[in-house]
C-alpha cells in the first residue's frame, strides 16, 4: 500500500489545517490509520489513529484534531483546529492491516506503511 500526505503548509496560530492521506493500492477500511508527527532531530510522535468507528489521540491534541475517513476516496484526514505554535512539525501518516490481535496504536513502530511528510508551520 502506498500513502500520500498533502495539505500542509503555513498557518497562524489559533487557525485551521486539514491535512489529507490518500491510500492506494489498498482498501482504507481495512487498515488502521495513524497521524504522527516529527520534530527535527526527534522521534516520531503520536498523533492520532482511527479504525472501523474509533480514533484515539493524543493528549495535546484532543479536543483540537479529529481524524474522518472518506473510503469511497480511499482518503483520511487529519483536522486540525486551534493550532499552537507547538504544533509546527512534519506530519505522516501510517497504515497497518486492522487484525483483532493487540496492536499498539501510539507506537510508529507497530505500523508498516509509512507516506512522506508534510510540513505544517504555525506561526504567532
Known amino acids: 500500500v502506498q500513502l500520500q500526505a498533502s495539505g500542509g503548509g503555513l498557518v497562524q496560530a489559533g487557525g485551521s489545517l486539514r491535512l489529507s492521506c490518500v491510500v492506494s493500492?489498498?482498501?482504507?477500511?481495512?487498515?488502521?490509520m495513524g497521524w504522527f508527527r516529527q520534530y527535527p532531530g526527534k522521534e516520531r510522535e503520536f498523533v492520532g489513529a482511527?479504525?472501523?468507528?474509533?480514533?484515539y489521540y493524543e493528549d495535546s491534541v484532543k479536543g483540537r484534531f479529529t481524524i474522518s475517513r472518506d473510503n469511497a476516496k480511499n482518503t483520511v484526514y487529519l483536522q486540525m483546529n486551534s493550532i499552537k505554535e507547538e504544533d509546527t512539525a512534519a506530519y505522516l501518516c501510517?497504515?497497518?492491516?486492522?487484525?483483532?490481535?493487540?496492536?499498539?496504536?501510539?507506537?510508529?513502530?507497530?505500523?508498516?506503511?509509512w507516506g512522506l511528510g508534510t510540513q505544517v508551520t504555525v506561526s504567532s
Open positions: 482511527s479504525w472501523t468507528d474509533k480514533s
Open positions: 493500492g489498498g482498501t482504507l477500511n481495512s487498515y488502521v
Open positions: 501510517a497504515a497497518e492491516p486492522l487484525t483483532l490481535a493487540g496492536f499498539y496504536y501510539y507506537l510508529p513502530t507497530e505500523y508498516t506503511n
